[in-house]
């Protein structure tokens, strides 16, 4: 059965410290994982796609990673408008449905 | 319109009362889902449709869930004899072909059933 395990469940962070977020995965026939940012009562907004191990990218202060085994996003001097849940998902199969973690809670204070 | 827009934002039903949600996607988007998110929880697969077609409802946590999306744009996920355990926000999510699964998300109905 597909897993997505999202670590830390959430964290607080000081403007300017930066730190990554971690996306554990079982899944077999992996054909990409997806990061999206989720801000209170919204839905999730679309960050990145990854589709192979090594493959890495970037926007604004944000960086996503992929290994066989996991994703990380690193974020970089974060402010306070980088709170939000950040979810990770990962589509598999021939299937269009994507499988998506518990989410991280990152709380950035001034 | 710009974005994926649902209706209502907000819907408070009895136990047992029927409901209706509906989405509108972005014009020309040919896939739609479904997801349920739970409070503090990733969002859950429902279905999917690629225009009129129901592809995949795998997600239907029993039949009590029923989604249409008859003329291959609007949406409606309709929940009958609604339990506590259906309170949850309902998404809705397009994206412009079968291979793009960058989707745009709407903001959800947030249901509560009392």
């Known amino acids: 059965e597909d897993q997505v395990t999202q670590s830390p469940e959430a964290l607080r962070l000081q403007e300017g410290e930066s730190s990554s977020l971690n996306c554990s995965y079982t899944?077999?026939?992996?054909?990409?994982l997806f990061w999206y940012r989720q801000d209170p009562g919204k839905g999730p907004e679309f960050l990145f796609t990854l589709y192979s191990a090594g493959e890495e990218k970037e926007k604004e202060r944000l960086k996503a990673t992929l290994t066989k085994k996991e994703s990380f996003l690193h974020i970089t001097a974060p402010k306070p408008e980088d709170s939000a849940t950040y979810l990770c998902a990962v589509l598999r199969g021939a299937g269009n449905m994507l499988t998506f973690g518990g989410g991280t809670r990152l709380m950035v204070k001034p | 319109g710009a974005g994926v827009s649902q209706s209502p934002r907000y819907k408070v039903a009895k136990r047992g009362q029927d409901v209706a949600l509906r989405c509108d996607p972005i014009?020309?988007?040919?896939?739609l889902f479904w997801y349920q998110q739970a409070l503090g929880q990733g969002p859950e697969f429902l279905t999917y449709f690629q225009n009129e077609a129901q592809l995949d409802k795998s997600g239907l946590p029993s039949d009590r869930f029923f989604a249409e999306r008859p003329e291959g744009s609007v949406s409606t996920l309709k929940i009958q004899r609604t339990q506590q355990e259906d309170s949850a926000v309902y998404l809705c999510?397009?994206?412009?072909?079968?291979?793009?699964?960058?989707?745009?998300f709407g903001s959800g109905t947030r249901l509560t059933v009392v």
């Open positions: 999510a397009s994206s412009v072909d079968s291979h793009n699964y960058g989707y745009t």
């Open positions: 899944v077999s026939g992996l054909r990409g």
């Open positions: 014009s020309g988007h040919v896939s």
